[in-house]
């Protein structure tokens, strides 16, 4: 059994990554596009919601995603603090901007479905305000991925910040609910309003959850691997100017 | 340590209007929101303490570049490294200064703003002790993002964009004491909260700054 | 007291440019660092200097003995020369100012702001630093910079007190101090080869696999 | 088709937008990936050339 380790050197991850990718791809392919055709068209209307709680099937697997983007990003970090694996700290660049346009698809499906729901686009019901916090977060740390030029400082930097931002982020969530629930009431109608999720509902959103975890790291591999073409051209052109 | 605040204050009052910056910006934004929501005594006193809460972040937002920029173009802040003060100490010490000169005259001047916005009787020993409790912890936060972005091109408007996210518990939680003390109910539950974060992020905030400066200087 | 640097490698925007660098600096030594621009000089003084870490090699020396001064001074310009200088007294905790503002022909200028100060005054301010600091093992970039001929005699005078006084010196510099007893170093012999200069990216990486 | 009933334009435009932003960030992920390979590719030929 050889050590987890190895594939933290950057040819054997374009190996083994290489050699996976396709079936990865493959099978987050048919679990989305089978999910999302299961859920749009196979599954009946709920009394309450109507079709609207089609867009679960959307909007739960992209928030899981979104969270669980940043949550792998800071074990990237750590990894990369602790044993400086610099492919740990690609990966965590890589996966910023995913997890980030999946907060944004969580944000923009929650606005749209709240529009019929709550008669209104936004409302700052305490879970859709984290997630607009989440959203910055991840905008500041691509911002500061882009904004320095050595690679090694950027991912020293970024770790920093993610490591923090993370403790911000969990604060901000506790402190935005403390918010909304204490004088102020907020939304009366909440996304939890189901307690008990038929089966119907059940299974495509789970395919779909399925589908989202593989779409994700589907992408950060592909990410992970631009990004270590990217540092090997780096050091190719330094060589070429060094002469 | 003590050298180094003092330094720090003398420059700030040489520089003419190191406390007197932050607390114009304070009165600017507390002119303009009555002139942009209409001069509503009660609708004013209603967003008063979120006004006050946020100008206070934004009074100390515009201050926190200046924190390193001028050491590190002068070459100080390598001096400083190589110093027998521990860079923990250094970024405790400019986060001291720069709450001393901003976030101070902020809280004590604080009731005059809040009568400005016809904040209720009741909320004005809460106003000043939230943000007693609070502004340290924006100073504290804000030390970080200046060591992260200390050196960098265009780095000024990528410390906002990093540090306003970290300072949104901390705002959620002062306005919060503010606005339950406005409505004469007990705020000790947010100021607890609020301490909490303030504690929290001196005791182990100056250790990431310290080593993001050390990043950065390398 | 002793420098001593073993195989020492050390890097700029990440990129390697100096390695293999070894020589050792006993007490009273001077040693002089020479090179053309950009072979590392700098980086070689800030990686000594504990500014940055090395790539290889390893650094000795007894803990908080080193003083550096880089090519900028450091100076408050609002603040007067005396306060500068007894700014930096005050964090090495040494505390009397007035011999180093004497021995650097400070004394008449004490109470005028550093801005208003030629850039030769500035440079001297700066040196005089080194005295306040108190430690043994001084670190110089290019500390004769704007000096004019007086003001580098004098400080050529100020470095050899230091090492009568069993101080080191360490300088990248390229005129003549009139330092005999220094030795010098030329550093483009320890210039980092460039098919070495690589990072974990350029090795065993299969062109398969691009 | 199933029938959406009144909410129609709602479930539509949310299974848009969203379907919209990943079909863009899987075709900036590969185009981005294509051209990395590319410049590599091409910084590689330089190095096997001059040695």
Known sequence: MTSIWEYANPKKFMQTSGRFLPWIAGLAALCMVGGLIWGFFFTPNDYKQGSTVKILFIHVPSAMIAINGWGMMLVASLIWVVRRHHVSALAAKAAAPVGMVMTLVALITGAIWGEPMWGTWWAWDPRLTSFLILFLFYLGYIALWQAIDNPDTAADLTSVLCMVGSVFAFLSRFAVDFWNQGLHQGASISLDGRDDMANVFLFPLLTCMLGWVLFFLTLVLLRTRTEIRARRLKALIARERMG | MIGLLLRDLRLAVRAGGGFGLGLAFFLIVVVLVPLGVGPKADLLALIAPGILWVAALLACLLSLDRIFALDHEDGSLDLLATAPIPLEGVVTIKALAHWLTTGLPLTLASPLFGLLLHLPGPAYPWLMVSLGLGTPALSVIGTFGAALTVGLKRGGLLLSLLVLPLYVPTLIFGAEAVRRGAEGLSATTPLVLLAAITLGSIAALPFGSAAALRINLR | MELRVTDLACARGGLPVLEGVSFALAAGRALILRGPNGVGKTTLLRTLAGLQPALEGSVSHPPETIAYAAHADGLKATLSVAENLAFWARIFGTGDIAPALDRMHLRDLADRPAQNLSAGQKRRLGLARLLVTGRPIWMLDEPTVSLDTASVALFGAVVREHLAGGGLALMATHIDLGLDEAEVLELSRFRADPRRAADVFDHGFDEAFL | ?51
């Open chain 4, 1 to 51: 088709m199933p029938d959406l009933g009144k909410y129609a334009v709602t479930v539509l435009s949310a299974y848009g937008a969203a379907i919209t932003l990943i079909v863009a960030l899987v075709v900036w992920t590969l185009w981005r990936g294509a051209r990395m390979r590319r410049l590599l590719r091409e910084a590689e030929a330089r190095r096997a050339r001059n040695g």
